[in-house]
């Protein structure tokens, strides 16, 4: 009999969207650092990391409340969820910063939140056709509809990073220099270091090449 793997928390998934060397760091070699960024962060999760329940406006709300999807093998904790008088689900990921976020740092919240969907459906039976990011600096929320596309690529997500903690290989850097400079991983990454030793080989071939 083969052994199980181990279930993917859900951070990975949005870790792997905003860069796989970025999840491969941490999730991999179990690295990580502090930056501002991760500092606010913190911050803001600190209203919603303490487990309870309340009445709001004819809603039953609950705080990380914990999820997982046996069949994706995802396991993880929502910050709120907010439940309909039928039992329905409705996931809200609390995010620091404002709703203007770059569209790919938005997207890898979004893939966040649509793998806590995919756990909220599968516990409670009721289809998550929707859920929320709130940003604590502008105190709105954005609407994320749990599209088909989004539901596959959580599975493709998933699929990717345990084809890396299986092959044991760390991913190259994104080429993306706004997010390497937004990551507190960067002095272990050392991406221009990276890139320097990946693309300086054929440089130096023509260094030594006496027709050129």
């Not at 928390?9 to 491969?24: K, T």
């Not at 740092?105 to 793998?115: G, K, N, P, S, V």
């Amino acid at each position: 009999m083969t052994e199980e793997p181990d279930p993917l928390p859900l951070s990975a998934l949005q870790h792997w969207a905003y860069c796989p060397r970025q999840c491969g760091l941490i999730h991999l070699e179990q690295a990580f650092d502090d930056n501002l960024h991760t500092l606010r962060g913190q911050a803001v999760h600190k209203q919603v990391d303490q487990p309870g329940m309340e009445i709001r406006k004819g809603l039953r709300v609950e705080r990380a409340l914990p999820v997982w999807h046996d069949t994706l093998g995802l396991i993880g904790k929502t910050d709120v969820v907010e439940f309909e008088p039928d039992g329905s689900p409705y996931p809200v990921e609390y995010k620091h910063g404002s709703r203007h976020k770059a569209a790919d740092i938005a997207a890898a919240d979004d893939l966040q939140l649509a793998a806590q969907a995919l756990c909220l459906e599968a516990m409670s039976g009721h289809p998550v056709p929707e859920g929320a990011i709130f940003y604590a600096s502008s105190k709105r929320r954005r609407v994320v509809p749990i599209s088909t596309e989004l539901r596959q690529q959580v599975a493709d997500t998933a699929a990717a990073i345990r084809t890396m903690l299986t092959g044991g290989t760390l991913p190259p850097p994104t080429t993306d220099e706004r997010r390497c400079k937004g990551c507190s991983l960067r002095d272990r990454c050392q991406p221009e270091a990276w890139r320097q030793m990946h693309t300086g080989v054929d440089v130096r071939a023509r260094l030594f090449d006496p027709e050129l």
